[in-house]
Every structure is written in C-alpha cells, then in structure tokens.
C-alpha cells in the first residue's frame, strides 16, 4: 500500500473486496443451502445420476444396496 490514500484507490479496493465477498456466497438461498447440505449428509438415501436422460435419482440405501447384491450375484 501507498503511504499516502486517492479516492480513486480507496473505490478500486472497495470495488475488488465487494466483488471477492459477493463471489463467495452461495448462490442458493440460505434454506435450499441447508436442504442441500442435509441431503449430501444423509445416510438412508442414495443420490445418483440415471444411466440415461441425465435424471437424479434418489433410491432408499438399503433398497440400492440389496439391488447391487442381486445384479452382483446374477450368475
């Protein structure tokens, strides 16, 4: 930093400080965060992609994991 201030200095760090906070929010609403942060930590769920259409699917865990044994053990 200059020993000395210029307004046109003192914006320009405002404007950059502003810029790098705004860039750091979430860009989703405090309420959709917290649905999604329980969602990522739940255990009794499975999220995955579909294996076509690009869908999401959400499968009860032990439903899934029975599902893979049954595929894995299909001789």
Known sequence: MPPWTHHTLERFIQAVTRDI????RS???KVEEKT???LQTC???FITNADKGGAVVILDTTRYINNVDRQLNNN
Not at 21 to 24: A, R, V, W
């Open 27 to 29: 860009p989703l609403p």
């Open 36 to 38: 999604l942060n329980h």
């Open 43 to 45: 255990t009794d769920i």
């Open 21 to 24: 906070d705004d860039s750091e």
